[in-house]
C-alpha cells in the first residue's frame, strides 16, 4: 500500500455531543449524515475503514491521526520463492555486514520515579478524621495513564497533581458528596462524587476524553514517494520481485 494522508479541508463546526448516537458513531441532522468516529480506532483498522468504503466519509478525528500513513507491510506470499528469497536475503547480509566484537547487554534495572504520594498507607497512622483517595488517570482512547493531571476537592484549595504513572493520592476529611474536580489541558474536565462511605482508602480508575477532535468529510490522498537510489534502490528491486 502506498503512504496514504489523510486530512479534513474543511472542518465542521458542528458539535459532537449534539449528534445522535449510531453504532458506528454519531448521525448528524445538519447535514443527514452518519459521521464515524475515528478516535478510538487504531491506525490499521482507519486505513482498512477508509479502503473498503466505496463513498466519501464524514468522520471524528483525533488531531494526531490526520497525518501520512507509511507504507503497509504486505501480507501476499508466494511459497514457491520463499527458499530463494530467504538465501538473496541472508547473502546480502553477509555483504553489507560489518564484523563487530560480541558484547554483553546487561538488561536495564527499572528505575520507579514517583512523588512520594503513591507509597503504601499505613492506615493506623492516618488520622480517625482523615480518608484517603487514590488511583490512577487514564487516556481513554488508548488508556495510556496521563501524567500531570490536577485532581482538587471543588470549592476548596486541597488537591494533588498525577505522577509520571498517572497516579494519584489525596487525603482530606472527606464527606459524602464532596467532589473531585480531574483537569488537564487538552482533555475534559470530569468530576468524581464521593460516595457515602469509603473508609480510609477508596481506590478509583478514571478516564478523561480528549477535548480536542475534528469533524468533517475526509481527504484521502496519496503520497508521491521518489524512488530510492544507490544500495536501497537495488534492495526495493529486490523485495518487488517477491
Given at each position: 500500500m502506498k503512504p496514504l494522508s489523510l486530512t479534513i479541508p474543511k472542518p465542521c463546526s458542528e458539535k459532537w455531543n449534539s449528534f445522535t448516537p449510531t453504532p458506528t458513531g454519531g448521525f448528524c441532522s445538519s447535514c443527514c449524515k452518519v459521521?464515524?468516529?475515528?478516535?478510538?480506532?487504531?491506525?490499521?483498522?482507519?486505513?482498512?475503514?477508509?479502503?473498503?468504503?466505496?463513498?466519501?466519509?464524514?468522520?471524528?478525528?483525533?488531531?494526531?491521526?490526520?497525518?501520512?500513513?507509511?507504507?503497509?507491510?504486505?501480507?501476499?506470499?508466494?511459497p514457491g520463492f520463499t527458499l530463494m528469497r530467504a538465501g538473496m536475503i541472508g547473502l546480502f547480509i553477509l555483504l553489507v555486514s560489518k564484523p563487530g566484537n560480541a558484547r554483553m547487554l546487561h538488561e536495564k534495572q527499572k528505575t520507579e520515579i514517583t512523588t512520594g504520594q503513591n507509597q503504601q498507607v499505613d492506615e493506623c497512622s492516618v488520622p480517625n478524621t482523615t480518608s484517603i483517595i487514590r488511583g490512577i488517570i487514564r487516556d481513554k482512547y488508548d488508556h495510556s495513564p496521563i501524567l500531570g493531571v490536577n485532581v482538587i476537592i471543588k470549592g476548596t484549595q486541597i488537591g494533588t497533581m498525577a505522577n509520571v504513572d498517572g497516579l494519584f493520592e489525596l487525603r482530606a476529611d472527606f464527606k459524602e458528596g464532596d467532589v473531585l474536580v480531574f483537569s488537564f489541558i487538552g482533555y475534559e474536565?470530569?468530576?468524581?462524587?464521593?460516595?457515602?462511605?469509603?473508609?480510609?482508602?477508596?481506590?478509583?480508575?478514571i478516564e478523561l476524553y480528549m477535548d480536542i477532535t475534528v469533524l468533517g468529510e475526509v481527504a484521502v490522498n496519496h503520497v508521491y514517494q521518489n524512488p530510492p537510489s544507490g544500495m536501497k534502490g537495488i534492495w526495493h528491486k529486490i523485495k518487488e520481485l517477491f
Open positions: 459521521v464515524t468516529d475515528f478516535t478510538t480506532m487504531r491506525d490499521e483498522q482507519i486505513i482498512t475503514y477508509l479502503s473498503n468504503s466505496s463513498q466519501h466519509v464524514c468522520g471524528r478525528f483525533r488531531p494526531n491521526q490526520l497525518k501520512i500513513y507509511a507504507d503497509a507491510p504486505s501480507l501476499n506470499i508466494r474536565t470530569k468530576e468524581y462524587v464521593v460516595p457515602k462511605s469509603i473508609g480510609k482508602v477508596l481506590e478509583i480508575d
